[in-house]
C-alpha cells in the first residue's frame, strides 16, 4: 500500500499535497473538495496517484482532481494535468481505456405529462432500438472500410450516412471530429472490436436515461438549451466501445516495453508514458483521436435510435417531438490547447481523465450559440439522483486549466457494490421514486446502485464553489436503460 499523501487545506473548496510530501514531485497537487466529500477521499490511493502524476516530466504547474475523485489506472479518475509540448509527456493512464467516453444531452417538446403514461413502453422500446450490456454487439455493421471512414470522420461520418441530422455537429465538442487521427496507428484486433458496435451502449456505468427537467438556476441560458421545466430530455453516457480499450491496451503494452528497454523506472509503472514530441507520442494521439471519433460516430448512432424509439412510441416523425442535441462532451481525453502556465501563456497537452472541458464565455471552442454564456457541462449523477447542466466559468481556466468534473464519482467500486447491494431491494427503491430501469444484467444495476455513488448534490456544490462551473439546470430521471 502506498503512502497517502497528507492534505493542507488552501481554503475552503481546495486542498493542497506539498511536493515534499513524495520524493520527485515536480508540482504540488491540487484536489477540489470539501469536508463532506473528503471523509469519502481521506486514506483513498487515489490520493497517493495524484501525487505520482505530480513526478511525471514537463508538468505544468500543478496536477490536479475534481471533487469525483476516485481509484483509477495510472491517473485517478477525475485527474487533470497539462504538459509542456517540448519536455512533456503523453501517458494512455492518463485518458483511460474508454477513450472520448463522454455524455450526451437531447431534448424533446414533451412534458413529464405526456411520458409518464407511455414511460414502461418507451424504456422497452429504448432497450431495444440501443443494444447494451457486455461486449454488446448488433449495432450498425461496418465492413473494414467503414471502420476506417468512421475514425477520421467521426460523428459527420454518422450523420453522412443518415444516422443523424446535419444540426446535429455544431452542439457537439470539436463538432463531433477530432483532428489528427491516425487510423493507420490502430491495431487490426481494435479494428475487429469495432466492426459491431458502432451504435451500443455498452455496461458498467454507460445508461440512457430519460429525465425532467426538474430545477431551472440559469434561465437565460437554459432558455437558450431549450431546457424548460417538467419537459423530458434523454442523457446518454458511452465511449469508444472494444475498439477505445483495445487502443489503449496496445499502447500501454509498448510504451511499457519501451520504458523496460531503456531501464527507465517510474513511481508507478501505470504512469507508462512518451514524450509528446517522440514518435511513440505521436502514434499514440493519432490512434486516440481515432478512437474518440468512433466514440462521437457511436453517440451519434445511439441518438439516431433514440429517436427511432421516440417515433415508434409517440407515432410521429422525431423532429416533431423536438429530440435536438443539446450537447455532447468527452470525458477521456487529451488535448493540445493555449493556457496560462508559470512562464505565461503557451500550448499544453492537457489530459482530462474522469474530468471534462469547462471553457468559459468568450471562447472559440464553445459552439457559437453558446457563445455568450460558455460550453455547458454535463454531470450525471446516478440512476436514483439527479444529473445536472452546468457552464463554464471564466475562474476555471487560471484554476483548472479549463477543466469540471464529469459525475458523481463512485463511493465503492463494482465489486464492494455487488456485494453491497441487492437487485431487488434497488429496483424497489427506484420503483418506490417512480424510476424504471431495464438492463441486460442484474449486476448492471447493483454495481452502479445509487449508494455506489457519491452525492451529486455535494460534487455540483464544489464545482460551483471552486469556481469552475455555475449550475444552469437539474434533470432528474424517469427510466434509465442500464448494460
Not at 493507420?184 to 459491431?196: D, I, M, N, T
Not at 491496451?249 to 511499457?256: E, G, K, L, N, V
Not at 502514434?283 to 481515432?290: I, K, N, S, V
Not at 502556465?341 to 450559440?369: C, I, N
Request: hydrophobic content about 40%.
Amino acid at each position: 500500500m502506498e503512502k497517502v499523501p497528507h492534505l493542507v487545506r488552501q481554503d475552503e473548496f481546495t486542498y493542497r499535497i506539498d511536493p515534499a510530501e513524495q520524493p520527485g514531485m515536480r508540482v504540488p497537487g491540487l484536489l477540489f473538495s470539501d469536508e463532506a466529500l473528503l471523509g469519502q477521499v481521506e486514506g483513498d490511493p487515489s490520493l497517493a496517484q495524484l501525487a505520482n502524476v505530480a513526478t511525471l516530466p514537463g508538468i505544468e504547474r500543478h496536477a490536479l482532481a475534481m471533487p469525483d475523485i476516485h481509484f483509477g489506472y495510472g491517473f485517478p479518475v477525475g485527474g487533470v494535468a497539462a504538459f509542456d509540448l517540448a519536455e512533456g509527456v503523453v501517458s494512455p493512464g492518463g485518458i483511460g481505456y474508454d477513450i472520448n467516453c463522454g455524455v450526451r444531452l437531447l431534448r424533446t417538446h414533451l412534458t413529464v405529462e405526456q411520458v409518464r403514461p407511455r414511460l414502461g413502453e418507451l424504456i422497452e422500446r429504448l432497450y431495444h432500438e440501443v443494444p447494451s450490456g457486455v461486449g454488446s454487439k448488433g449495432g450498425t455493421h461496418l465492413s473494414a472500410t467503414e471502420v476506417e471512414e468512421v475514425m477520421v470522420g467521426g460523428a459527420r461520418w454518422a450523420v453522412e450516412h443518415g444516422l443523424g441530422r446535419t444540426a446535429d455537429l455544431a452542439v457537439q465538442e470539436e463538432e463531433g471530429c477530432l483532428v489528427g487521427a491516425q487510423p493507420a496507428q490502430v491495431s487490426e484486433a481494435a479494428r475487429k472490436r469495432g466492426l459491431r458496435q458502432l451504435g451500443t451502449l455498452g455496461s458498467g456505468n454507460h445508461f440512457l436515461e430519460v429525465q425532467s427537467v426538474d430545477q431551472v438556476f440559469y434561465p437565460e441560458f437554459a432558455e437558450a438549451l431549450g431546457l424548460r421545466p417538467s419537459h423530458v430530455v434523454v442523457m446518454l453516457h458511452t465511449g469508444s466501445r472494444g475498439l477505445g480499450h483495445q487502443v489503449a491496451t496496445d499502447f500501454i503494452a509498448q510504451m511499457d516495453h519501451r520504458l523496460a528497454a531503456e531501464g527507465t523506472v517510474l513511481v508507478d509503472r501505470q504512469l507508462s508514458c512518451a514524450p509528446v514530441g517522440s514518435e511513440d507520442g505521436a502514434r499514440y494521439l493519432g490512434a486516440m483521436a481515432a478512437a474518440a471519433n468512433f466514440a462521437w460516430a457511436n453517440r451519434q448512432t445511439i441518438t439516431h435510435g433514440v429517436r427511432r424509439a421516440f417515433s415508434a412510441v409517440f407515432g410521429r416523425p422525431d423532429e416533431e417531438l423536438d429530440l435536438s442535441v443539446v450537447y455532447d462532451i468527452a470525458h477521456n481525453m487529451a488535448k493540445v490547447e493555449t493556457h496560462g502556465t508559470d512562464t505565461g501563456p503557451k500550448r499544453v497537452l492537457v489530459h482530462r481523465k474522469g474530468a471534462t472541458r469547462a471553457f468559459p464565455a468568450g471562447r472559440e471552442e464553445v459552439p457559437a450559440p453558446y457563445r455568450p454564456y460558455g460550453q455547458p457541462v454535463l454531470i450525471p449523477g446516478d440512476m436514483g439522483t439527479a444529473s445536472y447542466v452546468l457552464v463554464g466559468l471564466p475562474t476555471s481556466m487560471d484554476r483548472s486549466f479549463g477543466s469540471s468534473c464529469h459525475g458523481a464519482g463512485r463511493r465503492l467500486s463494482r465489486h464492494a457494490a455487488v456485494r453491497t447491494f441487492r437487485y431487488d431491494e434497488v429496483t424497489r427503491a427506484l420503483r418506490a421514486k417512480g424510476i424504471l430501469v431495464r438492463s441486460a444484467s442484474r449486476e448492471g444495476v447493483t454495481e452502479e446502485a445509487p449508494g455506489a455513488y457519491k452525492d451529486v448534490e455535494e460534487v455540483v456544490r464544489v464545482a460551483e464553489g471552486a469556481g469552475l462551473t455555475r449550475r444552469v439546470a437539474r434533470l432528474t430521471p424517469l427510466g434509465v436503460v442500464k448494460g
